[in-house]
């Protein structure tokens, strides 16, 4: 079965730094793809980055400049660099993997940001 469990949330001022780290396991082959979800209340769950297994990167407009998503293929890891916070980054992060081979999509649990002074 596979299982995506994030880490790094936590509560931080506006214009200071988080990373999160996404751990995958039990996947039957790679994962094609990997990336970062939000979702701040009320609003609907929104692409913030991915990257594919030739390091291909999307940002949303909004964190351009600001994060740097990475990936340790082996380990199928994915990690968020997110910089200079804003009060607007506050939401639940997910961690996102996905299979070209057979569709599949897989979502962790989420990992809180809050970005408040």
């Known amino acids: 079965q596979v299982r995506l469990v994030e880490s790094g949330g936590g509560l931080v001022q506006p214009g200071e730094s988080l990373r999160l780290s996404c751990a995958g396991s039990g996947t039957i082959g790679r994962f094609d793809g990997m990336g970062w979800y939000r979702q701040a209340p009320g609003t609907q769950r929104e692409l913030v980055a991915s990257?594919?297994?030739?390091?291909?990167?999307y940002y949303a407009d909004s964190v351009k400049g600001r994060f740097t998503i990475s990936r340790d293929n082996g380990a199928y890891r994915v990690y968020l660099q997110m910089n200079s916070l804003k009060p607007e980054d506050t939401a639940v992060y997910y961690c996102?993997?996905?299979?070209?081979?057979?569709?599949?999509?897989?979502w962790g649990q989420g990992t809180e940001v809050t970005v408040s002074s």
């Open positions: 990257i594919t297994g030739d390091s291909i990167t």
């Open positions: 996102n993997a996905w299979r070209i081979w057979d569709g599949s999509t897989f």
